[in-house]
C-alpha cells in the first residue's frame, strides 16, 4: 500500500492488511497474502505487514498509532540487518523496485490512508517522529 527507501537503500513494503487476509478462526494469512509478501521481497522490499484487529486495538488511543508503525518499521529493519549476505543482496539494489503502490522518497513524511502524519526516516535507517 505504501513504499519507501531508507536512506541506507532498503526498500520498504507497508501493506494494511484487512480481514479478507486472514483465516478464521486462527488469523493466519490466506495464501494470495502469502503470495504477495514473498514476490515482494523477491523484488527487494522489506514487507511490514499491519494486521486490521491489531490496527482496531489502538485506533482511538492518541499517540499510540504513530508508535505502533514505527516499531513495526524497526522492526522489519533489524530483521533485514540480521540476514546473511546473500539474502541482503536481495534486500538492497540500486534502483526502485517494481512500484506496486505511492513512492516515498527517504527524505518525506510517510502518510497512511487517513493522512496521518508517521514519520520521517532518519540516516540511522529508523522512522523517527
Known sequence: DITARTPDGVWLAVEADGPTHFRRP???LMG????RNRALAVRGYVVISVPYYEWDDIQHIDGLKQQYIKNKINAALHQAAAKGPEQQQLQLHEGPPQQHGRQV???????IANNTNVGRFSSS???SI
Do not use: L
Request: net charge negative; with cysteine; glycine share 6%.
Open 26 to 28: 486462527d488469523r493466519g
Open 32 to 35: 494470495p497474502t502469502q503470495y
Open 105 to 111: 522518497s527517504s527524505d518525506s513524511h510517510i502518510t
Open 125 to 127: 535507517s529508523s522512522c
